[in-house]
């Protein structure tokens, strides 16, 4: 058991590009979650799924974020036009059920 | 929404010593999860609890629904239990909301 993959561990962008980060849940898992995570903000809790349905994306900007689960093995965020607010740490959780969160190692982005 | 309250914020704690942490929910939660950030930041579960009091080592957790908060112990405070301590509370909705952290600093 691998663990939470998420890919790429570091990304960086210029303002205005367009940012996709990838996670992929442990096997079985039906639930999962993508936060956020600054120095003022803390933990931001974004959206989450369940068994590949959006369930909550109340947490997600308006505009410019999306994230999708298009089969049971990975689940991505993509960040259109990126703005340097957007620099972040983001964190990617599976769980069985919707219990104990299981997070991935993350992926820092930074926007230029 | 749903706001989950962490107290302290941050903890300075002698090797040996003990202390406790405490989350408060401003709505009824259904389970609450605790978490340790380590230095790489690597989140670690510790805990998940839908009532009662879970015990592992040196580390114990309370959770009562009704009151609306959630404590974890540490007894006996060691070097490697320094980092960053996270509550996290699931709503009806299954939507799990963190609180705001306590920086633990254990110190020789």
């Known amino acids: 058991n691998a663990g939470v993959i998420q890919t790429p561990r570091h990304k960086v962008t210029g303002k205005g590009q367009e940012a996709t980060l990838w996670c992929e849940p442990i096997s079985g898992h039906s639930a999962v979650f993508w936060y956020r995570q600054t120095i003022v903000q803390g933990l931001e809790f974004l959206t989450y799924f369940r068994n590949q349905a959006p369930i909550d994306d109340s947490g997600m900007p308006k505009e410019r974020f999306s994230a999708q689960m298009p089969n049971q093995s990975h689940s991505t965020l993509k960040i259109q036009s990126t703005q340097p607010q957007d620099s972040a740490v983001y964190l990617c959780?599976?769980?069985?059920?919707?219990?104990?969160?299981?997070f991935g190692s993350g992926t820092r982005l930074t926007v230029l | 929404g749903d706001q989950v309250e962490q107290s302290p914020s941050a903890l300075s704690l002698h090797e040996g010593t003990g202390s406790a942490l405490r989350c408060n929910f401003t709505?009824?939660?259904?389970?609450v999860q605790w978490f340790q950030q380590n230095s790489r930041g690597s989140l670690i579960n510790l805990f998940y609890l839908a009532s009662g009091t879970k015990e592992n080592g040196r580390l114990k957790s309370t959770f009562n629904s009704k009151e609306s908060y959630s404590t974890l112990h540490i007894r006996d405070a060691q070097l490697e239990d320094s980092g960053t301590y996270f509550c996290a509370a699931e709503a009806n909705t299954n939507k799990v909301v963190f609180g705001t952290g306590t920086r633990l600093q254990v110190l020789p």
């Open positions: 709505t009824t939660m259904r389970a």
């Open positions: 959780a599976s769980s069985l059920d919707a219990e104990t969160l299981y």
